[in-house]
């Protein structure tokens, strides 16, 4: 199919990184009148994500006015940490897998070499070891009151009926490797399915119901393009065929 020009909203592209780069602590913000999103490797180092959605407007630039941008950039030294043109996305019906592979690229740029890149960044060579700060001379402290009391913490949710198997976990995590997240969205399964996550967590789907988690996995093949044929005599087994 054709590429076709998407508008691509701000509530789109925020709902996108939070829901699946969650652990990177997305957090906006807005320069030259354009919003952006880092997504933090470290103190030092962000995933920048320009989105072409101007201050005061909800939506993207007009169709060939701008694209999404996706830079290595670095906190303290304001800059992009390598040199050239900073690598776009085109705003058309896949632009969510486009922006996932630019934001994975990145990501293991970083991880081969990431003293390299937290040095370059202006930060410590170790990037789990902050640079040391000066320390005022010590002040006389009052003793410390009592630590408050802390109600107990109330025990996990537990699902409504058997818990699911380990053969059903693992083809979820099988079926959640091959499926994008194009797809996933236009079944409507994050909605459906509170507990998915992408990127995918085993634990999640661990605290979903065995009946539950079947009705998953049958809108998963449906969405993935895969077919179910039960193992004769064992109906907790799946035979994957590809359509």
């Known amino acids: 199919m054709a590429a076709q020009y998407t508008e691509v909203t701000l509530e789109d592209m925020e709902r996108f990184l939070k829901r699946g780069y969650r652990a990177l602590r997305p957090k906006q913000g807005v320069q030259g009148s354009e919003y952006y999103y880092d997504l933090s490797l470290s103190s030092n180092v962000v995933i920048r994500v320009w989105t072409s959605v101007k201050r005061g407007s909800a939506t993207g630039a007009g169709v060939g006015e701008d694209a999404i941008r996706v830079q290595f950039y670095g906190v303290h030294v304001k800059r992009s940490l390598v040199p050239g043109k900073v690598p776009i996305v085109k705003r058309t019906q896949n632009w969510r897998n486009s922006l996932q592979n630019k934001i994975e690229d990145v990501m293991e740029l970083y991880e081969e070499k990431a ?41 996990p949710v ?17 079926l959640m ?22 990127p995918f967590d085993p634990a999640n789907i661990r605290s979903m119901s065995m009946r539950r988690v079947s009705q998953l996995i ?24 590809t359509v």
């Open 115 to 155: 003293a390299y890149w937290e040095s370059r960044a202006g930060g410590s060579s170790d990037p789990e070891t902050p640079a040391p700060v000066a320390q005022p001379a010590a002040q006389p402290v009052a003793p410390a009151p009592p630590p408050p009391q802390v109600a107990p913490t109330p025990a």
């Open 158 to 174: 537990r699902p409504s009926g058997p818990p699911p198997s380990d053969k059903q976990v693992n083809f979820v995590k099988l």
């Open 177 to 198: 490797s091959r499926a994008k997240v194009d797809d996933l969205e236009a079944e409507g399964l994050f909605v459906k399915y509170r507990e998915l996550a992408w």
């Open 218 to 241: 049958d809108d998963l093949m449906s969405a993935v393009g895969y077919q179910r044929r039960f193992a004769a005599g064992d109906p907790a087994e799946y035979d994957v065929a």
